[in-house]
């Protein structure tokens, strides 16, 4: 595995293309031989062989992470193989291989039936469910049902010794508590127990817009405590002409989305009515529907919208005005021409944890680190009004507080431990070309500092090089102590994705 401590080797364009690469394109290792196991069964079997040899393996899902942690150049295990999905009904529970994407979890649960109460916000649903369970799992839903980690009912896990365990908050305890948020270090996860809920079928979703700081920041932590709403999420823009203006007004523009889950039929106006209540917005917007998924707009007037929308639709940069001008040059004979290849951008995503009471200090400092590392405008772009209009995705979530007792607290999760009620996630992810990806990786470490001076912490899928303090800080020494106490019982040689975090196999 690679991380950005250790000197990266430099970069192979080749290897790179050919997928020895994650999403961040940041690090490429190219192993030594890459291994597909068809079951569980010989996938412990060579774990085993491994171990034996003291050789060491990385696991390898989607590699939707962007920190090399699924790179190595020794064994790459690649679980593609290990998908399949089946729903008990009865016990509204899904069991999913490691390799079961997203959209095959909530198919098997026959959404919109029933529905996973947290699912990521992912073009098509195709990342997969033992990788979101190993570094965490977040979505629009979690300001009411916490992180994924508190709905994964059990796992099954392959260890390098070749032991199958089944463990759950009641059985083997401790392998399931480290195994969630756990970047697979002491065993490797072969099934997941997702619990599911009945779910409704529409949606009613109000933009509130804000020029006042305060008012913003008052309405946000309201909206993230209310039990009528099913997802909240605040947005900001930071770059872009609109943004540009309105600075220039010295107007702070801020959205809060908030969603309701509804029945089909019931009254949008009504329901519209009674959340419009309880908020001090200075102007209300309402999703519509688009033409598919992918394309939702903006109205004047409440409207309900299929829920499919919420779980599919990943609103990407759709820009209408590039849209146009392509079709002024087409009517000339001629092609626009964009000198940026998107798929070759680089994304040194820097995703932030926040406890609300230090929010307010935590948002302008990164908002000034963004701005001065110019990366306010490669910022991931969500289209709104049909791609009239372009918003950097620079989103703040809230993660509910689910556990009553501390030693209830999943010690890996992305819970912040001392919170009343809620954790504030902040998405930063830049995407941009190589040329630029040093700005990237210079504001991704002042980003770090910044959360974790603001006694906050990264979330760890994303581009990190923290310090041995920093690690300590994130985990705190109690939980250090046992994970490695397990990661000494289940893999005393350390060959099991060794470095995913760091300075812990060192
Ligand atoms: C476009 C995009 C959208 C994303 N959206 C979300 C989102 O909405 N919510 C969210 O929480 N995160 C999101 N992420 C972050 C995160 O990368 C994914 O949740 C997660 O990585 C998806 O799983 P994967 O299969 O890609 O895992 P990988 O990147 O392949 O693996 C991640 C880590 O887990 C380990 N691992 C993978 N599978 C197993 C296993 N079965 N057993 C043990 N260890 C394993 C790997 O070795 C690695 O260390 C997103 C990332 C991207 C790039």
New binding site residues.
């Given amino acids: 595995m690679s991380t950005s401590s250790e000197a990266s080797p430099p970069i192979d364009d080749a290897a790179v293309e050919e997928g020895h690469a994650?999403?961040g394109r940041i690090h490429f290792r190219i192993p030594k031989e890459t291994l597909q196991p068809e079951s569980e069964q010989e996938l412990a079997e060579t774990l085993q062989a491994k171990a034996a040899k003291g050789e060491a393996v990385?696991?390898?899902?989607?590699?939707?992470?962007?920190n090399g942690?699924?790179l190595t150049d020794a064994t790459q295990i690649d679980?593609s193989r290990l998908a399949g999905a089946r729903f008990d009904e009865a016990n509204r529970i899904v069991y999913a291989g490691?390799a079961a994407s997203w959209d095959s979890v909530i198919r098997t649960a026959q959404f919109p039936r029933y529905a996973p109460p947290i699912f990521?916000?992912?073009p098509g649903q195709q990342?997969?469910v033992?990788?979101?369970a190993?570094?965490?799992?977040?979505?629009f839903y979690c300001s009411k049902y916490g992180g994924?980690w508190n709905h994964v009912s059990s796992l099954r896990l392959v260890t390098m010794g070749g032991e199958i365990i089944d463990c759950s908050p009641d059985t083997n305890a401790d392998l399931f508590r480290y195994s969630l948020g756990g970047?697979?270090r002491i065993?490797?996860?072969?099934e997941v127990g997702v619990d599911v809920l009945p779910s409704k079928p529409k949606i009613l979703a109000l933009v509130l817009v804000y020029w006042n700081d305060e008012t913003f920041h008052r309405d946000l932590k309201k909206a993230l405590d209310d039990p009528e709403l099913d997802g909240v999420a605040a947005q900001q823009d930071l770059s872009g002409w609109e943004a540009r203006v309105l600075r220039v007004l010295g107007v702070d523009l801020k959205l809060i989305v908030v969603m309701r889950e509804v029945d089909d039929g019931v009254d949008a106006e009504a329901v519209a009515d009674e959340i419009r209540d309880r908020y001090d917005e200075e102007l209300t917007l309402f999703v519509e529907a688009g033409a598919d998924v992918t394309g939702l707009g903006l109205s004047r007037k409440p409207e309900l919208f299929d829920k499919e929308y919420v779980v599919y639709f990943t609103p990407s940069e759709q820009s209408w005005w590039s849209g146009l001008w392509s079709k002024i040059l087409a009517l000339f004979g001629k092609e626009s021409s964009s000198t940026v290849d998107v798929e070759k951008l680089c994304?040194p995503w820097t995703d932030c944890l926040v406890a609300p009471e230090r929010y307010e200090e935590f948002l302008p400092g990164a908002v000034e680190i963004i701005h001065r590392h110019g990366m306010a405008e490669h910022l991931e772009k969500e289209s709104f009004i049909n791609g009239l209009v372009d918003i950097d995705s620079f989103v703040t979530f809230g993660i509910k507080r689910r556990w009553e007792r501390p030693e209830d607290r999943l010690p890996l999760s992305l819970d912040l431990p001392d919170v009343e009620k809620f954790t504030l996630g902040v998405a930063v992810m830049p995407n941009v070309t190589r040329d630029q990806l040093d700005a990237g990786i210079a504001m991704s470490r002042e980003l770090t500092d910044h959360v974790y001076a603001c006694g906050g912490r990264r979330y760890l899928?994303g581009t990190h090089d923290l310090t041995r303090e920093q690690v300590e800080t994130h985990y705190g020494r109690s939980t250090l102590d046992r994970w490695q106490a397990l990661k000494d019982e289940h893999d005393p040689h350390h060959l099991l994705?060794i470095g995913?975090i760091e300075h812990l196999d060192e």
Avoid: E, L
Avoid at 134 to 139: F, K, T
């Fill in positions: 994650d999403y990385a696991i390898r899902n989607t590699g939707h992470s962007t942690q699924t679980i490691p990521p916000n992912n990342i997969r033992g990788g979101t190993s570094v965490g799992g977040v979505g994924f970047y697979g065993g490797v996860i072969t994304h899928y994705n995913v």
